[in-house]
């Protein structure tokens, strides 16, 4: 069974990992502080929440898009470390610890009501028609991710 944020298992075992870090924790890999991780994954959770626009991507951006977003359900794989990431996502500014994590927890949680609503958009500028299992999958997939890269 593919992990979702949508589970109340995997969703509570997320916030349980967050709330493991510190202002301390360090990073295994990639540029981001803890608090910048924290924003960044803030961000990602407001894209089905429509507070963070994405841009228009190209054809060719798209189909990479929806390839990966198959084959990471397929092959049950990870996100690889350093990937790219859009730009409106990026999170390079100095944060509080604290208000970051907040925020996260916050925005998980304001996640969540609206997947429970059956309101979740329909298409992502990068991985393209999206069903609830896609964005559940995903979204835990990204958390989880960024969790690794700090080692909880």
Known sequence: MLRSLHR????????????????????????????????HCTLVLEVPLQKTILPK??????????????????????????????????AENQYHFQDAKEELLFAMKEYLNLADSGKLPENHELFGKMEPKDWGFLEYKHLHHHLKQFGV
């Open 8 to 39: 109340l298992k995997d969703f509570e075992e997320i916030c349980g990992r967050i709330d493991k870090l510190s202002e301390n924790s360090s990073a295994k890999w990639g540029k981001m502080n803890v608090p910048q991780m924290l924003k």
């Open 57 to 90: 991507k190209n054809f060719l951006i798209k189909t990479i898009g929806i390839l990966t977003k198959k084959e990471m359900k397929l092959f049950k794989n990870g996100i690889p470390p350093n990937m790219p990431t859009f730009e409106v996502l990026r």
